[in-house]
């Protein structure tokens, strides 16, 4: 079946470094890549929906400038938390959906950021 | 915006069936979807059934779906310890980059 993986799965940063995590499909190319975030015992929040070869797009209330989002080739999109604080501290979901609609969207195992 | 409703918790016994329920409010939804997210985990997809559709079952999983009232239902049969996460409707609408609506989230826990 579909499989997204998602590194790292956990990372604990400085205030003021950059913390990138990866969003690759293993097994099928994903034209739709989506970025969330979760805050504890909330659902998800969608932060941006990238497509690939193209800029992402970004939810009301997300910086973009912050929260970069890379969708260089059909199975990788990147984020990258620029400058992270301690509210940046939260658990990162990205999911992928393929060509084909039925398939639905596959999500990672998530990337539980922590921001000392 | 669209607005998925779901009880927060739902306890069972082990054994028993659980019924987790999720209104939504866009009638253009094509897909709907169950997913389970364990502690500290992704997300797993469980199931998915067609805006079409009434009813699909898959083993111990039921889906019943009514499109007139938005009204979706997962139910899990012979609940298991194992079943103990949280679980969350999601709908597709077919605008913008299709992307899922989920809801708030059911944490279902099993009772030994």
């Known amino acids: 079946g579909a499989v997204v993986s998602q590194h790292p799965s956990r990372v604990i940063c400085k205030s003021g470094t950059s913390v990138k995590i990866e969003c690759r499909s293993l097994?099928?190319?994903?034209?739709?890549m989506f970025w969330y975030r979760q805050f504890p015992k909330q659902s998800l929040m969608l932060m941006a929906t990238s497509n690939e070869g193209s800029k992402a797009t970004y939810e009301q209330g997300v910086e973009k400038d912050k929260f970069l989002i890379n969708h260089a080739s059909l199975t990788l999109s990147t984020l990258t938390v620029t400058s992270a604080h301690p509210e940046d501290s939260s658990f990162y979901i990205c999911s992928a959906r393929s060509y084909s609609g039925w398939r639905g969207y596959t999500f990672g195992s998530g990337t539980r950021l922590t921001v000392v | 915006g669209e607005d998925v409703e779901q009880s927060l918790f739902l306890s069972v016994r082990e054994g028993d069936s659980s019924v987790i329920n999720c209104t939504y409010t866009d009638s253009s939804s094509t897909y709907l979807y169950w997913y389970k997210q364990e502690p500290g985990a992704g997300l797993q997809l469980l199931t998915y059934i067609f805006s079409n559709m009434d009813m699909k079952q898959d083993q111990r999983l039921t889906v019943l779906l009514n499109k007139k009232d938005k009204h979706l239902s997962l139910r899990i049969a012979d609940t298991q310890t194992g079943d103990s996460a949280i679980y969350f409707c999601?709908?597709?609408?077919?605008?913008?980059?299709?992307?899922?609506?989920f809801g708030t989230g059911t944490r279902l826990t099993v009772i030994p």
């Open positions: 999601a709908e597709s609408i077919p605008t913008g980059a299709n992307n899922l609506f």
């Open positions: 097994d099928f190319q994903a034209t739709t």
